[in-house]
């Protein structure tokens, strides 16, 4: 096994560019799926006609469907359509119309947990529907969906690395340039960068379970 | 464009690649929820360093990227001799990966049983092991279903890495198709159903079992 070209200097550079480009797709995906989860979950939740059907059927396609075909189709389905998005793009679009339906999900059995009961105070006390949403039931629900919001989060930088079949230049595409080139430092390679993965996530998790601990007392 | 012939005209490649999933995905299950089973077990054992080892894999593994765990079979292992076929790889990969996520619902539904039902069954003459056997787990696979389904789901949609290895599943067969055809929409939509031919019942069965295990309590 060869460690001297994996743990060399260049090597470590490339790895680190990539893990920025990692950082700065999961880093949007994550803002912009965690904005489009909350209104497909409040659709759903709601019942409002029509749209709580659109809703749930979005939701329930991409829920169901593998993230791979979905990053796939975004790029080289749209690419043969005509419409040429960035692999940057391509990617981060790809990951949000994915988690995106997967956090409506954590959003709705969220909304759902709070007691009925809030619901009708509220509005007893002269709130309306939407008021009520928003100051009463949402708050007490984020409290409760902070834990499998997370775990979603992690997830979702696992799952950049699946953006190598679209070459986006992120660590992982970054460390097959390099095995590629070194066969033997495959095997360091992949325990190095599976190792750095599991830093952040690790971390991100300790991070959950204190928030869960805090917000609990 | 939007030419459905393609889809008569290579009718046997489909089949294939859904065979492809389908048995990759039933064998993952099989394969993981033995690693699960195992690992849920000593992470219950009461004995320290084992606890440890069964903590260690469950944190490592679900907090990496599958892609690495199947390439660590597919292209990592080979550079020290040892060759799987891609097939074999990609169900290593997935079965590594989603045994520490089986084992983590495990270990939910094994503590979710009252503890007295393990000392009556101690005291009443059973080892540690039969206890476990007899006792706990067949309660705690009832609860358990629910999260297992959706391992299920989650496996079917992660058997899509095989793409990446040239594993001849569904979606390298959208991928090889549709790059001989150029018919990339009908391809993708097409196989996009046949994932959801297999992912939402499972699902929706899921979803009602979770209401009717919900409403009992």
């Known amino acids: ?217 | 464009m939007f030419d459905i012939a393609v889809l008569a005209d290579y009718k046997q490649e489909f089949i294939d690649g859904f065979l492809v999933t389908l048995s990759a995905s039933v064998l993952a299950l099989g394969l993981s929820l033995a690693i699960g089973t195992f690992i849920a077990v000593l992470r219950l054992s009461g004995v320290r360093p084992l606890e440890i080892l069964g903590t260690a894999y469950v944190e490592f593994f679900r907090n990496t990227p599958i892609v690495i765990q199947v390439f660590m079979f597919a292209i990592g292992l080979p550079t020290l001799g040892i060759r799987f076929s891609e097939f074999t790889s990609g169900v290593l990969g997935l079965s590594i990966y989603t045994g520490a996520f089986i084992a983590e619902a495990l270990r939910a539904g094994i503590q979710s049983v009252p503890k007295g039902q393990m000392e009556a069954a101690r005291s009443s003459g059973m080892s540690y092991v039969q206890a476990m056997r007899y006792v706990i787990l067949p309660q705690a696979f009832k609860l358990v279903i629910p999260p297992l389904g959706n391992q299920f789901v989650n496996l079917v949609k992660n058997s899509s890495v095989l793409a990446i290895i040239a594993g001849g599943d569904l979606l390298y067969t959208a991928d090889s198709v549709s790059s001989d055809t150029f018919e990339v929409a009908v391809v993708y939509g097409f196989v996009a159903l046949l994932y959801l031919v297999i992912t939402l019942p499972i699902s929706i069965g899921v979803n009602w079992l979770e209401r009717r295990l919900s409403k009992n309590r």
């Open chain 1, 1 to 217: 096994m060869d460690f001297q070209h994996t743990f060399a200097p260049e090597t470590l550079r490339t790895l680190m560019e990539g893990l920025l480009v990692t950082l700065e797709v999961a880093a949007s995906a994550i803002v912009l799926s965690f904005i489009l989860g909350i209104i497909l979950g409040i659709l759903r939740y709601t019942k409002l006609p029509v749209l709580s059907q659109l809703a749930v059927l979005y939701i329930e396609v991409m829920r169901n469907l593998p993230l791979l075909l979905i990053i796939f189709f975004g790029y080289f389905g749209l690419r043969d359509m005509g419409i040429d998005l960035p692999v940057t793009m391509a990617a981060i679009a790809g990951l949000t119309v994915f988690t995106s339906a997967l956090i409506a999900e954590i959003v709705r059995s969220g909304l759902n947990s709070v007691e009925k009961g809030q619901i009708e105070a509220a509005r007893s006390q002269g709130f309306t529907y939407v008021q009520t949403l928003w100051y009463i039931i949402l708050p007490q629900a984020l409290k409760r969906m902070i834990p499998p919001l997370v775990s979603q989060f992690i997830t979702l930088v696992k799952d950049t690395s699946l953006a190598v079949v679209i070459s986006l230049e992120e660590m992982m595409h970054n460390a097959q340039i390099v095995y590629n080139k070194y066969v033997n430092a495959t095997i360091p390679l992949l325990l190095l960068v599976a190792f750095i993965y599991f830093t952040i996530n690790y971390s991100l998790s300790r991070v959950s379970r204190y928030l869960e601990k805090r917000l609990a007392g």
